[in-house]
């Protein structure tokens, strides 16, 4: 078969090697017309030839698989025409398919929709059922409510009251249905005909009116319990369903009304009684009938709120929901004219506000009229501490009553009125203070043993040390010893504490203490202040009279000395005894720590009052002045009883320091301060000056230097005498070694600057060094 195929090809080629050429002669000639059809048709002619030849050749070689090609050829073409007529008949099929399920879904979109028909008719029809079962009972309900007579605590009544609520919640969520609204009135008619039949069986004339009764607490509780459970049923069902309905709280109103003017009739005359009989009985002690008669009031609020719980339920009138707060805190002792909203007001807490109104008009015309402060700060711990917090809290008062769903206090009407009384007694307290502060304190005089000093301090001190000496013969044990020491230094210290203070002091902490938990935090730090300015002008004036007394040995030291010692020992006592008031008032934002003031005085008198010295050409220049001074001042003043020890106990120690000082280099920093002033001036010269001559200086400081070994240690010791805390002691003798030493670093500097060397030693002055040896020599 490739052998005829490329026989083939070769004749092909041969044949088409010169195709189209002319003959090698003729090429030059041009073309005949019909060359080009003549070529064609022996080209064609050729072809046929040739396949004509390769099929004879194919047919002659290969017979077999020619005639299954051309069986199969056969086969393929029957095949085609089968695939054909199948494609004819499904396409039949699928158009007569199609138009049997079109018909089928056509069918049962037809049988949904009359299905969902069918479902929307029965559910309109079920729901026009129930819709109009709430208009069909306005009609019952009346008829029901027509008759003569109706029982009001039975369980018709209850269901008939949950209709009229169930039906006229429906019409007002659905007032868009006809005739709703027509509906609604009839509903709001029959309502207020069964809140008549409600009201009309409430008789309130018929209770409690046997008052001859001998058992008073039978009388007043047991008739009135035997009636609640029926007033309550007829009450409590309405309650529930129409608590918000306006015409049920008017009727509500006017039933609390008539019941709370019914138990203040009965009450009011057995309280006036009892009140009376126990002022009788404690007209000795006002404390002890205060608190007798507060008892008894809020035993009677307990009883009445039990009794108020048997006909109405606890909630509070006119209000959606309960307080947030239901605890009534004490108000304010000064600030409590604020009256509460009348709509926030319970009427329980007007009632037994009506209640304890006749103990505050018993009590007050006491009170107002006692002149004792001390009894007085205890009525009002009392009332204020004792009645109102502790026995007046929410959760007390449930425990008390045995009732822990209680949504208002049932003793906020006793917190009002006794507040008022409060509020009242601090009125007096603060005029009584005020009184006390100007006549107790600041007029106090003192005797000569209030002024006994330093004698008073060295006798405590003599019967210490024998107490010590005793305990160490007794008990020459170290454990027994120990404690020995410890029970004496006790003991001084209670006597130090108490019987040695000034009497002054000795009054304003006592009144301060008592003051402090009766009296709000602003008060109390203004009256503080008062108090406390009256005991310092009383201890300067004790100080003058120390300070007057003449020395106890001749030549020892200055009475200045005790008096100033005197004034800062009690100072730091009230600073002490006053410290818990300040630490338990600093959370008070309100109140002012500090006060100050803004002077420009030495800025407008440098500025225009001495315009001269602007351009002086010596130390005393005022630009000079104006850069290395401070010309605006800023003052602490005393608005703040807080800062009044402190700024007093300031000034005290300022000066005890300066007189501690004094007694030690007194005369040689009068001569340092005289030496720097004629230094400063221009024509300064030291041969001019002979009280700046260094012989005048050596005999100075030399006398100074003495003084200062002789008498530090008589002022340490006088320090410890009156102070006695080693560490405050320390603190308060630091400034005077510092102001000793200073101004003997101002001499040697002086001297250092102006004299030679030959005057230098002349004057032989100390070093600095040497009186730090001096000054801490033990």
Known sequence: MELEHVRTVELLAAKVANWGLPPDDDRE???????????????????????????????????????????????????????????????????????VSGRTSSLHDACDRALAEQTALSTGSHLIKTNLYYFKQADAIMKKLSVAKLMVTGQSFAAMLASIDECLSFLRAHNEYRESA?????????????????????DYEKIGRSGADEDTFALLYGVFASRAASVKGAISVMEQRFWNVPEFEEMLAECQYAYFAKRQLLLAPILQSTLAALSTTHAESTCR????????????????????????????????????SPTTPAPSVINHSVSKNAADVHPFEGFTESLCRLLYDMLRPRIIHNPYLETLAELCTMLKVDMIENRCSLEVVATMIGDFDILFNPRAGFVAVMSELVGDIAERIVYRAGLYAQNDIAAYRPAPGDVAYPQMLQMMRQIDNEQKLKAQNEEPEEPGKIRLERKSSSSVAAIDQHCLWYPTVRRTVMCLSKLFSCLDVGVFHSLARDMLLACCESLEIAAQAISAQPA??????????????????????????????????????????????????????????????WFELS????????????????????????????????????????????????????????????????????????QLA??????????????????????????????????????????????????????????????????KAVAALASVQQLLLLLNKQ
Not at 33 to 54: F, H, I, M, Y
Not at 63 to 89: I, T
Not at 568 to 594: C, F, G, M, N, W
């Open 29 to 99: 000639d041009e073309a005949a017309p019909d060359d080009n059809n003549l070529l064609a048709g022996t080209l064609a002619e050729t072809l046929s030839e040739v396949k004509s030849r390769e099929t004879e050749l194919i047919e002659a070689q290969h017979p077999p698989e020619v005639a299954a090609l051309r069986l199969n050829m056969q086969r393929l073409r029957v095949l085609r025409e089968r695939v054909d007529a199948c494609k004819e008949r499904m396409a039949e099929l699928r158009g007569a398919y199609q138009s």
């Open 182 to 202: 027509t509906y609604i009135a009839k509903f709001e008619q029959c309502l207020s005909r069964a809140m008549t039949w409600a009201q009309l069986q409430v």
């Open 289 to 324: 009938l205060t608190r007798d008669a507060c008892t008894f009031i809020l035993r009677t609020c307990d009883d009445e709120y039990r009794l108020y719980r048997q006909f109405f339920i606890n909630r509070g009138a006119n209000r959606d929901e309960a307080p947030e």
């Open 552 to 613: 106890v040995v001749k030549g020892g030291r200055s009475k200045q000395l005790d008096a100033e010692l005197f004034v800062v020992k009690h100072l730091l006592i009230l600073r002490e005894q006053t410290s818990p008031y300040r630490h338990a008032s600093r959370s008070d934002s309100s109140l002012p720590t500090k006060d100050f003031s803004i002077d420009f005085s030495k800025f407008t008198n440098i500025l225009f009052d001495q315009k001269a010295r």
């Open 619 to 690: 130390s005393n220049n005022s630009l000079l002045e104006l850069l290395t001074t401070v010309p605006i001042e800023v003052k602490e003043n005393e608005g703040d009883s807080r800062r009044v020890i402190d700024i007093q106990l300031r000034a005290a120690c300022f000066k005890l320091t300066n007189t501690a000082s004094k007694m030690m280099v007194g005369r040689l920093a009068a001569w340092i301060d005289s030496a720097e002033d004629e230094k400063l001036k221009s024509d300064f010269d030291l041969s001019k000056q002979p």
């Open 694 to 759: 260094a012989a005048q200086l050596r005999d100075i400081a030399a006398e100074s230097y003495k003084l200062v070994g002789s008498r530090f240690p008589e002022i340490r010791e006088a320090y410890s005498l009156y102070i006695g805390v080693a560490e405050t002691e320390t603190i308060l003798l630091s400034p005077v070694r510092k102001r000793v030493i200073d101004v003997f670093s101002r001499v040697n500097s002086f001297a250092a600057k102006a004299y030679d060397d030959d005057s």
